[in-house]
């Protein structure tokens, strides 16, 4: 029972070990007196120069309304069903080519809005968008 009782003598050590702190912070200082005059020996690469201004062409945008109607409106002019084809290879035709917006109206059938897709897609228009509005307040 003698080992299991505690001697009088053994006290709690309080103090931090430093001996691996130390040994720590001598490898580290080690590693750096070598990689510093690995650092100073560097080859200098000159860079191709680069202008940073933004493009000064801006696409234009064509705006393409679908009434509730079911007529076509690109721009401000009203259009015919024949001629919207014709209008929008005129326009995927120019450099840059512009997006197209298609807004329309809340009570138009969706075949109206699908064969505008269709016709622009055929035409060659790469950007298309959409334009909405916000619901009104009651």
């Known amino acids: 029972m003698a080992g299991f009782i505690a001697d009088e003598h053994d006290e709690v050590m309080s103090e931090i070990n430093m001996v691996p702190f130390i040994d720590v912070m001598l490898v580290l200082l080690i ?36 009434q509730a109607d079911g007529s076509y409106v690109l721009g401000e002019e009203k259009i015919a069903d024949d001629q919207l084809g014709a209008r929008l290879q005129a326009a995927a035709r120019q450099q840059p080519q512009p997006d197209l917006h298609i807004r329309g109206d809340r009570d138009v059938r969706y075949e109206r809005v699908a064969q505008a897709m269709a016709a622009a897609q055929q035409a060659g228009l790469g950007k298309i968008g959409f334009v909405t509005e916000p619901p009104r307040a009651p």
């Open 31 to 66: 590693i750096f007196i070598i990689t510093v005059p690995v650092m100073k020996h560097a080859v200098n690469v000159e860079l191709p120069r680069a202008a940073n201004e933004k493009e000064q062409i801006k696409p234009e945008t064509v705006l393409l309304a679908v």
